[in-house]
């Protein structure tokens, strides 16, 4: 199975995929997010943590990948570097 997450790709077993499926399921969502510096306010530019409940699970995808592409793509190994 491939389990993407974002930007990046895992391959896994089915059973290791819906185990970090069923954790990151239960995963609270976390963005440290920059607030520049607010003159008129009288606020300093500074970073804020949030932290908030799962809502959206969008960014990770589940497909099947079959055992000849697996293979292949072993023998390949990683991508060169442009």
Do not use: C
């Not at 990151?24 to 009288?42: Q, T």
């Amino acid at each position: 199975m491939v389990v993407r997450i974002g930007y990046t790709s895992f391959v896994l077993d089915a059973t290791k995929a819906v185990q970090v499926l069923d954790m990151l399921s239960d995963a609270e969502l976390y963005e440290s997010k920059w607030y520049p510096k607010d003159e008129d306010a009288g606020v300093e530019a500074h970073y804020k943590k949030h932290i908030w409940e799962n809502d959206n699970m969008d960014t990770i995808t589940v497909e099947y990948l079959p055992h000849a592409v697996y293979a292949v793509g072993k023998v390949l190994g990683k991508p060169p570097k442009p």
